[in-house]
C-alpha cells in the first residue's frame, strides 16, 4: 500500500514506524525540515508519567500511557536506540511548606485510579536511598512504574532512520494546504494515496475544529554539579515544575502551561519561575549552563484528550496535548486498528495462509 | 407544588441585572471542555478571566479568550499577578481592549507566597481607574478600614477574602466580614477567595453578602463539574436563609454539669 503522512512529527514518525514493519510505502509531508525543531515531539521532555499526569487529567490517560509504556522499547528498538527507554521510576516531591500539595496530589490519583496504592512515600532516608542529591527534602514519592523517552535522541535518530528507509519519501520544508480521503494537497499540487494520516499538530487548525495550542515554555541546563537520574517533580501551589535528565549531566526543566498560541522566545517572568524552582530543588543548578531555552505550542482539543478521527481513506490525530510520549504509541495502535486495518488487515495473516497451504 | 421564589430573584451588580449570585473563575480547570461544563451548571453569570499571564504575546490567537466569550456570560477580567499599582492599572487597560467590558477585578499582590492583597497599592490602583471609567471589584482582606478607604475613593462593589487564596479555609473571620457588612448597606459585597466547600458558600451568603467568588473550590475538586452544581445551591441556599431571616441565636447557660435525663422543669429550679 503506498501510505500519505502529512506531518512527521512525533505522532507522524510513531505511524510511520508502526506502517514499515506492516511492509507499506510511506510518504511524509512536513513544513519543517528533517533536523529542524518546530514539532512539539522535539520540545518535549518525554516524561512517561502514567500516574503523576493524572493530577489534572482523565483517567482514560491512565490506560493509554500503560499500553504506550509497554510499546516503546519496541519502536526504539526498530531505529536502534534502545537506550532512548528508561523506566526507574520517578520522584515527586515539594518545599516543607508546601506539603500539602503532597496530599492533594496522592489524594486525586487515589481518586481516580486504584493503583495509586503502589506509590511508595519515602522519608528522608528512601530518598537518600535513590536520589542522593536530592537528600535535602524529607518527603517525597515514588513512582515505581514512572520513566521516559529521550526525545530529542528519539527525534534525531528517526529523522536519520526514516531518510535513509527505502519505503520512505520525505518532503521536507513542504507546506500541506488539505488532507482530504486518500489525498494531501502539497504545495499546490494534489497527490493520491491508498490511505493518508493527517497527523499535523496545530498544523491541521483549519480542517480540525476546536483545535487550540497551549504554549509552553522549557530550559535545556548542562549541570553537572548535579546527579538526578530520574525524572523529578515539584509540586508547587502555582507552578508545577519537573526536571528530567538527558546524558552528560544534561536536564530538560519545564514547563510552563499558558493559554495563548504565542510562539514568542521565553518571558522573564516564567524564566524566573522556572529557574528559581529548579535551584531551589538543587543549589548545584546555580553553576549550571543554560543550553538553551525553548518554546512551543501544544496541540489540545477542549477536552485536552486525544482526537482520532477516521473516514474513507483517511485518519485523522491529534491534540496529543502535554502527553505526546506518554500517549503517542498506544494512541497510533488504536487509530491504525480502528480504520486502516479494518479495511486492509495486515499482509502476514495472508503469508500464513498461503504458507498453511503450501 | 408551591415554588418558592426568592424575595429579590434578580439583583444588580456593576449596572447589570443577574439572577446568579455566584462568580466563578476560569483557571485550574482539568480541560477548557470541563470548564464550559462546570461553569454552565454553575449558573453562574460573571466568569473571571486572568490576563496577565496569558497575554505574552499580543499578536497570537487566544482560543482560550475565544472560549471565555463564547459562554455569553458577563467577563470579568482580573489583574493577578500584578505587584504594584501601576502593573494593575497597565493590566486594566489591557482588559478593556481584549474583552470590551470597563469591568476589572482589581487584584493587586503584596506577598508573592501568600498572595495576601496590597491594600495600599490597591486603594491607589483603585482611583486612577475609577477615574478613567472603570467599574472596580476590588479584591481586598476583611480590614474594615482599608474598606473604608476603598469606598473613599468610590468603589461601589468590596471583595474582601473569606481567607488566603486558594487556601479552602473557608470564613476566618465572620465578625470583620458581618463588621463590613454593617458599615455598607449601599455598596455589593462579595466574598472572593478562601472558599474551599458548598458550607463555606452557605455561610457567606448567611452573612448578608451579595456575592461569592471562587475558582480552586470547584476547579480543583475532583468533580469539577458536580461541585459547581453543589455550590450553585449552596449559594442559593444561603440567600435564600438570609432573606428568611435566620432566627436570632439564644444565649442558654451552658451547663457545668450534665443534665441529661433532667426534667426540663428541674433545670430551672
Not at chain 1, 88 to 113: M, N, R
Not at chain 1, 211 to 228: N, T
Not at chain 1, 242 to 251: D, E, K, L
Not at chain 2, 54 to 64: I, L
Request: proline letters at 5%; a negative charge; glycine letters at 8%.
Amino acid at each position: 500500500m503506498h501510505i500519505g503522512i502529512a506531518g512527521a512529527g512525533l505522532v507522524g514518525r510513531v505511524l510511520t514506524l508502526n506502517l514499515l514493519r506492516l511492509g507499506h510505502h510511506i510518504t511524509l509531508f512536513d513544513e519543517d525540515r528533517a533536523y529542524g525543531d518546530k514539532a512539539a515531539g522535539m520540545t518535549a521532555a518525554g516524561m512517561l508519567a502514567v500516574f503523576a499526569e493524572l493530577e489534572s487529567a482523565e483517567s482514560s490517560i491512565f490506560e493509554q500511557g500503560n499500553r504506550s509504556i509497554t510499546l516503546w522499547p519496541e519502536l526504539l528498538g526498530q531505529i536502534g536506540i534502545p537506550e532512548a527507554y528508561q523506566q526507574k521510576g520517578s520522584i515527586i516531591t515539594a518545599h516543607p511548606q508546601d506539603y500539602g500539595e503532597l496530599e492533594h496530589f496522592i489524594a486525586t490519583l487515589q481518586s481516580k485510579v486504584k493503583e495509586a496504592s503502589q506509590i511508595q512515600l519515602l522519608d528522608k532516608t528512601g530518598i537518600m536511598a535513590l536520589e542522593p542529591d536530592l537528600a535535602q527534602h524529607s518527603k517525597a514519592f515514588f513512582i515505581p512504574q514512572e520513566g521516559y523517552v529521550d526525545a530529542q535522541l528519539f527525534m534525531k535518530t528517526s529523522s536519520t532512520y526514516l531518510l535513509s528507509h527505502p519505503d520512505v519519501a520525505w518532503h521536507q520544508s513542504s507546506i500541506v494546504d488539505t488532507v482530504q480521503e486518500g489525498s494531501i494537497c502539497h504545495n499546490g499540487q494534489t497527490d493520491t494515496f491508498d490511505w493518508v494520516f493527517d497527523a499535523r499538530g496545530l498544523g491541521a487548525q483549519t480542517q480540525v475544529e476546536n483545535l487550540r495550542g497551549v504554549r509552553g515554555e522549557v530550559f535545556w541546563l548542562d549541570a553537572p554539579e548535579v546527579k538526578i537520574s530520574r525524572p523529578t517533580r515539584m509540586l508547587h501551589p502555582r507552578y508545577k515544575i519537573y526536571i528530567v535528565p538527558r546524558p552528560h549531566n544534561r536536564y530538560i526543566i519545564g514547563a510552563t502551561e499558558i493559554e495563548s498560541e504565542d510562539k514568542s522566545p521565553m518571558s522573564v517572568r516564567s524564566s524566573l519561575e522556572l529557574l528559581s524552582a529548579v535551584y531551589s530543588m538543587h543549589s548545584g543548578f546555580a553553576e549550571a549552563r543554560i543550553a538553551k531555552m525553548v518554546t512551543n505550542c501544544r496541540p489540545a482539543m477542549r477536552d485536552n484528550l486525544p482526537l482520532i478521527e477516521q473516514s474513507e481513506k483517511l485518519t485523522r490525530i491529534n491534540g496529543l496535548y502535554r502527553h505526546g510520549y506518554l500517549l503517542a504509541p498506544a494512541v497510533v495502535e488504536e487509530a491504525l486498528a480502528k480504520g486502516f486495518l479494518e479495511a486492509h488487515p495486515p499482509r502476514w495473516i495472508d503469508s500464513t495462509l498461503e504458507e498453511v497451504g503450501a | 407544588m408551591q415554588v418558592l421564589e426568592t424575595k429579590n430573584t434578580t439583583w444588580q451588580i456593576g449596572g447589570k441585572m443577574l439572577s446568579s449570585r455566584l462568580l466563578i473563575g476560569s483557571a485550574l480547570y482539568p480541560s477548557p471542555a470541563t470548564m464550559e461544563d462546570a461553569i454552565k451548571i454553575s449558573g453562574a453569570q460573571i466568569v473571571t478571566v486572568s490576563l496577565r499571564r496569558q497575554s505574552a504575546g499580543q499578536g497570537a490567537r487566544n482560543p482560550f479568550w475565544d472560549i471565555i466569550k463564547s459562554l455569553s456570560i458577563e467577563v470579568l477580567p482580573n489583574t493577578a499577578g500584578s505587584h504594584s499599582a501601576k502593573e494593575a492599572i497597565t493590566t486594566a487597560r489591557m482588559a478593556r481592549e481584549v474583552f470590551g467590558t470597563n469591568w476589572i477585578k482589581l487584584e493587586v499582590i503584596g506577598d508573592q507566597y501568600n498572595l495576601q492583597p496590597d491594600p495600599f497599592e490597591t486603594v491607589k490602583a483603585a482611583e486612577v481607574l475609577i477615574n478613567e471609567g472603570f467599574e472596580v471589584f476590588p479584591y481586598t482582606t476583611d480590614d474594615l478600614v482599608v474598606a473604608k478607604r476603598l469606598a473613599d475613593v468610590g468603589c461601589k462593589i468590596l471583595m474582601p477574602w473569606g481567607s488566603m487564596i486558594g487556601s479552602g479555609k473557608g470564613l476566618m473571620n465572620p465578625d470583620n466580614l458581618t463588621a463590613i457588612r454593617k458599615q455598607f448597606p449601599e455598596l455589593k459585597l462579595i466574598i472572593d477567595a478562601g472558599i474551599g466547600k458548598p458550607s463555606h458558600a452557605t455561610q457567606a451568603m448567611e452573612l448578608g453578602y451579595d456575592g461569592v467568588l471562587l475558582n480552586s473550590a470547584i476547579a480543583l475538586a475532583q468533580d469539577p463539574v458536580r461541585m459547581a452544581d453543589a455550590f450553585k445551591r449552596a449559594v442559593e441556599a444561603g440567600r435564600l436563609g438570609y432573606e428568611a431571616g435566620v432566627m436570632q441565636k439564644r444565649e442558654f447557660a451552658s451547663p457545668s454539669t450534665p443534665t441529661v435525663g433532667t426534667p426540663f422543669w428541674h433545670q430551672f429550679a
